[in-house]
């Protein structure tokens, strides 16, 4: 079993939905990167959603864009990520970690490197934005041999037909964008998102979890009544734009413990 799956089997029979919060690597710095990973697991993270810095990206809003600027101007690329996540592993082997981004720089590597480096440095799901099922079977071919997962985004536009297809390709889970829009808006309608899920569930047995526009606890809490995971991005990346000089870590694990907090007492 792997470590997502297992993650998720674990937490159904503790009655728990999983929360898996998102930072941007090498944001603020790359050297805060790993340690802000552990804080995060330490705050009661079950997985981990790491971005992997794009110069274009299509579903990020300005505060993940802005993030992704500070990690470029430190250089950090797809190499130095999954550096990063190795690093992690150091003394973290059980928790999953998912990578966030797009399709150029696994493309510029290839399909069969980025899996090997990626299975290597202990990665566990890969997330890319632009790749619709229909272009993603060599990609998915080559994460399957080295038993990583991909995991694909499912938007209210999304018609019920297409979930079939999007669910003989995905494992791990399955990425349900709250609302029509980029990260980091505010426009979250939990009624539609509620009424959405039980397609999704009717359509594959993996987990689903709901993600964009949950910004406080409140809203995390009301998404856990329904949903398998709760994605928290933008809120996340803001605390670290913002946190003071040598608060990061504090105010973060803060902030992820508060939304812990609040889903386990759904």
């Given amino acids: 079993m792997s470590r997502i799956a297992g993650t998720f089997s674990t937490l159904k029979q503790q009655g ?3 929360l898996i919060p998102f930072v941007t690597a090498g944001d603020p710095s790359p050297a805060q990167t790993v ?3 552990h804080k995060l697991v330490e705050a009661g993270a079950n997985i981990i959603e790491l971005g992997v810095p794009f110069s274009d990206p299509m579903a990020d809003g300005p505060t993940i864009q802005r993030a992704s600027e500070r990690a470029l101007k430190h250089g950090t690329g797809l190499k130095d990520v999954l550096a990063l996540v190795a690093e992690f592993r150091k003394t973290d082997q059980s928790t ?3 990578l966030m981004g797009y399709a150029n720089p696994i493309e510029a590597m290839g399909y069969e490197k980025f899996s090997q480096s990626a299975a290597n440095a202990g990665v566990d799901g890969v997330l890319t934005v632009d790749y619709p099922p229909e272009e993603s079977a060599g990609l998915a071919e080559q994460l399957r041999k080295h038993e ?3 995991i694909f985004l ?3 536009t999304t018609p019920d037909r297409r979930f079939q297809q999007v669910a003989e390709l995905a494992s791990g889970f399955i990425y349900y964008v709250s609302l029509k829009g980029v990260t980091g808006a505010a426009n979250l309608d939990l009624q539609e998102v509620s009424q959405k899920i039980p397609a999704i569930h009717a359509a594959t047995s993996l987990p689903v979890g709901v993600g964009f ?4 606890a409140d809203t995390a809490k ?3 009544q ?3 995971a709760v994605v928290i991005g933008s809120r996340i990346v803001q605390e670290i734009e913002n946190a003071p000089q040598g608060a990061v870590l504090s105010n973060v694990y803060a902030l992820v413990k508060g939304f812990r907090t609040a889903m386990d007492s759904k």
Avoid: H, W, Y
């Fill in 96 to 98: 999953p970690v998912v």
């Fill in 154 to 156: 499912l938007s209210p």
């Fill in 35 to 37: 340690p802000l990973m």
């Fill in 226 to 228: 329904f949903a398998d």
């Fill in 148 to 150: 990583i997962d991909m």
């Fill in 213 to 216: 526009g949950i910004r406080d």
């Fill in 222 to 224: 009301a998404v856990a």
């Fill in 16 to 18: 728990k939905t999983a």
